[in-house]
């Protein structure tokens, strides 16, 4: 019997919005402030055991994704499983809480390179959705953007596709959910890219970036991803007026979030070092194309004075 299942009933309805509609990542609001109902002093006991391990939950949480920014990957497999021995007592297993620790673990296992068991835990846990929640939820939409990045590490990019796809149209038909809406937006624009389909992919990563901002602030790493990807379809397409500030914007985000040394500063950097020097390459390359058009206009009119 988990803490919320040895309450009172009346405690138990008081809390069941918490267990649908996830709580806030940070804690758990005061029950009875919330619903004016006095509870007993054993069902108030049973409340503060239920604060703790929230606290504890969604601080290994937080401490996991640290780590895993850190390229801590160790480290970070023993946070989410702390995160998740201490969300199964509260939760259960089926639950979203319970649910989304399972996507972070699922992205660190791609990260470390173990693309079959990503692909075994992503799979497991999209059907544990489909069961408790429908196939029309946002929690259903979570699952299917981290399966889709476990297929396209298998090599399935078709398959990838498709689920990121179903992701970004259930969030378009289902608001409230913008920090997991830009995610999505932004998985699938990557995939886009991967296949060449740099037209449709622009107008979607912006999409992404002005969703991410509005979310997160001027500041998030994740934008720096975003801004990236617009950076290098402008260079592409030899936009480099606008790709130049872009990269130099995803940049100074990650630099002065995770520092110089970080693997994604690094990245972001030798993409703003290739994007300088194409400009100067391209301002090259047009300053020789002036000159052999100067000197074919002078050969041109000395020939015609002979």
Known sequence: MNYVEG???????????????????AGVPDI???????????????????????????????????????????????AFELAADLAQPIYGTESPQFLEITDGRVRLLLLKGEKSAALAMASDAQKSRKSCFGAESTEYAE?????????????????????QRQAVALFDAIPGRQDWHGRAIGNLVGTLIQKGATR?????????????????????????????????????????????PIAERAHAIL?????????????????????????RQKAATRSLEDNVRSMEKDFLSTRQSI
């Open 200 to 244: 449709e992919a622009l107008p979607l990563l912006v999409r992404a970036l002005q969703t991410k901002e509005c979310i997160l602030g001027p500041m998030h790493p994740s934008l720096a991803h975003t801004l990236s990807n617009i950076a290098v379809l402008a260079a592409t397409a030899e936009a480099y007026y606008l790709a130049e």
């Open 32 to 78: 009875e402030t919330q619903t004016g109902m006095p509870i007993s002093a054993e069902d108030a006991l049973l409340v503060e055991k239920y604060r703790f391990a929230n606290k504890h939950m969604s601080d290994a949480y937080a401490l996991a994704v640290s780590l895993q920014h850190q390229r801590r990957f160790e480290e970070a497999a023993s």
């Open 143 to 163: 699952g299917l953007d981290a399966l889709a990045l476990a297929y396209k590490s298998m090599g399935q990019i078709d398959v990838a596709e498709d689920l």
């Open 255 to 279: 630099q002065a979030s995770f520092g110089p040394s970080h693997p994604d500063t690094i990245k972001a950097k030798d993409l703003l070092s290739q994007i300088k020097n194409d400009v």
């Open 7 to 25: 309450m009172s009933m009346s405690v138990f309805q008081s809390l069941r919005f918490f267990l649908r509609k996830r709580p806030p990542i």
